[in-house]
């Protein structure tokens, strides 16, 4: 039973996701139902130094994990990943985590089939809200950094942003060329994601860089970050601006994985 806390702020962690919303109806979905903590607070700095003071999801608090496994003509049920990797590492072998020991032995019966990545990345994106945002960047060969910013079906969306940096290409990525970092560029393509999303009205943004998601995006940037990159750290100022009145109209940011990253670019250099 979930009682509704009387904060203004609220942190979250769950196996996949960490982050900060500015109300409970937003932190509910994401806790409901999942291991998760979580906890409310009254000012968004307390709920940043949460986080940031070292808020983590243990491993004791996630759910059973059972683990199939074939090699040659062997094959076997493990209730621990140390117990498996011991198994199969260094060996041709197939090998699957499952939630309950039922299902790991019914796909050793079906004769352990390889898994469909490109279905499970289509459940995970459905999954997500259907309105929403989507950045990367990452360095392609030639072009420097390139900042991709998509709805849920991959679609480019940053034209809309109308970036006042970079060019657009044909492809509709904004190229910022090789005087601009990679991690600059995921900073930038969070920028673009903002805007895009009020002019979209989509109210959920996701990206894949925990550097730019938990910490430069809150204006978090060090000082001798500051130092060397002073550009950056005024890019930073802007997209914390940026993000805090996004969150304020009941916006939220949130990490995805690469692999299921509809704007991931595939190639990432620092």
């Known amino acids: 039973m979930f009682?509704?806390?009387?904060?203004?702020?609220?942190?979250?962690?769950?196996a996949r996701e960490r982050g900060i919303v500015a109300s409970?109806?937003?932190?509910?979905?994401?806790?409901?139902?999942?291991?998760?903590?979580?906890?409310?607070?009254p000012d968004r700095g307390?709920?940043?130094?949460w986080l940031a003071g070292g808020a983590h999801y243990e491993q004791a608090d996630r759910p059973a994990k059972w683990y199939a496994w074939v090699v040659g003509d062997e094959r076997g049920v493990c209730s621990t990943w140390p117990e498996c990797e011991r198994i199969v590492r260094g060996r041709r072998a197939r090998y699957r985590g499952f939630d309950d020991r039922q299902a790991a032995e019914r796909w050793l019966t079906e004769g352990a089939p390889q898994r469909d990545q490109s279905r499970d990345k289509r459940e995970a994106l459905d999954a997500l809200p259907?309105?929403?945002?989507?950045?990367?960047?990452?360095?392609?060969?030639g072009r420097g950094v390139e900042v991709n910013v998509t709805d849920r079906e991959g679609v480019p969306v940053a034209h809309l942003a109308v970036p006042e940096e970079g060019e657009l290409s044909p492809q509709g990525?904004?190229?910022?060329?090789?005087?601009?970092t990679n991690n600059y560029g995921e900073l930038y393509g969070c920028l673009l994601a903002l805007r895009v999303a009020e002019r979209l009205g989509a109210r959920h943004i996701f990206g894949d860089s925990r550097l730019v998601l938990d910490f430069w995006s809150h204006g978090h940037v060090t000082a001798e970050k500051r130092a060397s990159d002073p550009a950056l750290a005024a890019l930073a100022a802007l997209v914390r601006a940026a993000r805090a009145a996004f969150e304020r109209e009941g916006g939220s940011l949130a990490h995805v994985p690469g692999g299921i990253n509809p704007a991931d670019l595939g190639h990432h250099r620092d």
């Open 3 to 14: 009682k509704k806390p009387k904060n203004k702020w609220y942190a979250f962690v769950t």
């Open 24 to 41: 409970w109806e937003a932190c509910e979905p994401k806790v409901k139902g999942k291991p998760a903590r979580y906890k409310g607070f």
């Open 46 to 49: 307390s709920a940043e130094r």
């Open 130 to 141: 259907e309105r929403a945002v989507f950045f990367d960047s990452g360095t392609g060969p």
């Open 173 to 180: 990525t904004v190229l910022l060329g090789r005087k601009r």
